[in-house]
């Protein structure tokens, strides 16, 4: 049965998480294994940057007093000299990160993809879908190393238009805070955009990452209207579930002084567990949600296409009767 209003994409976005329990705890799976692993990465990179550094019997003294002045001049002293190896670090780690994120956003993201394109796809597609691995894990690191050029532009335009201002050149600052700050978000949100909904077409349609992303550009300007109202919707639901899950997080603080503060911690960790879970759970639902629009943009209606090609009936013209025929 063809699916013709955005509600309908709603209810098949849901309906393929009730119907398939395990996607969720794959999207999970990938999601949190990433989280741990780049938390265990930058903890071993911090951890070996300051093993490097060298602490003197001066420094640990000033320290031990909590002196402001003091403690600045030990902590120049200690960092003294590793601007440099703290920067390569950086690199290596921001690198790292990159990679990793990649990787494991290309294997979940294929995984659920394909699940969701055979449950929602139609009977007589004429294609199955396929992995594409490696296109899928190009467009995610493009996506992620476009992500991180358009921040360090927009930092760097707000740094220079917060310079301006302190140097009474409001036009230059205004210039740079607005339209530059501005035009960096619009452009990196649509780009990232374009290769975020990307992985879906080299899934169903087995094309490469250059191909899927012209049929990505293609499908929103077919589909703007439907995708922005997808995207409003899920975005108020998301605003209301973090609301509702900061509300319940920070109740347990209440209990401060009745039970013991590790059970406090404990609850709270909970919570956010939580709200993590319905995240990716309304994430994966939008997701269903694209899917389906996809292929309703795939398999349109043959009854409207009928119904177009066919010309309204003309009324019948009257009949001239004769003047002699009246006599």
């Not at 093993?51 to 402001?68: E, I, M, R, Y």
Request: charged residues 15%; neutral net charge.
């Amino acid at each position: 049965m063809p699916r013709a209003t955005t509600a309908s994409h709603f209810r098949d976005g849901f309906a393929a998480l009730k119907h398939e329990p395990a996607l969720l705890a794959a999207e999970l799976t990938w999601r949190w294994c990433f989280g741990i692993s780049m938390l265990a990465v930058a903890l071993f990179s911090a951890g070996i940057f300051l093993d490097g550094l060298k602490v003197s019997k001066a420094d640990n003294f000033l320290l031990s007093t909590l002196q402001p002045q003091l403690l600045a001049t030990a902590l120049r002293h200690i960092f003294r000299g590793s601007l440099s190896r703290f920067l390569l670090a950086q690199a290596l780690l921001t690198l790292g990160i990159t990679l990793l994120w990649s990787f494991a956003s290309a294997v979940g993201r294929a995984a659920t993809l394909r699940r969701l394109v055979t449950m929602l796809g139609s009977d007589d597609e004429a294609q199955p879908a396929t992995w594409n691995f490696g296109s899928i894990f190009l467009l995610q690191l493009l996506r992620a190393m476009w992500a991180q050029i358009a921040l360090v532009i927009a930092a760097l335009l707000l740094i220079y238009g917060v310079t301006m201002a302190s140097l009474e050149r409001p036009l230059v600052a205004a210039l740079a805070l607005s339209f530059g700050v501005g035009v960096t978000v619009v452009v990196g949100f649509s780009l990232n955009w374009y290769l975020g909904i990307a992985p879906l077409f080299c899934i169903r349609n087995g094309v490469n990452a250059r191909e899927a992303v012209e049929q990505t550009i293609e499908f929103s300007n077919r589909q703007s209207g439907r995708l922005l109202v997808i995207g409003l919707v899920f975005l108020a639901i998301r605003l209301f579930w973090m609301v509702t899950m900061a509300v319940v997080l920070v109740a347990p603080l209440n209990l401060v002084g009745t039970i013991d503060g590790r059970w406090i911690a404990l609850l709270m960790g909970l919570v956010l567990l939580l709200y993590f879970v319905g995240a990716d759970a309304l994430q994966l639902a939008r997701w269903g949600a694209y899917v389906s629009l996809v292929e309703d943009d795939s398999h349109p209606d043959p009854t409207l296409e009928l119904t177009a090609e066919i010309p309204p009936e003309l009324p019948a013209p009257l009949e001239i009767i004769p003047l002699e025929g009246l006599a």
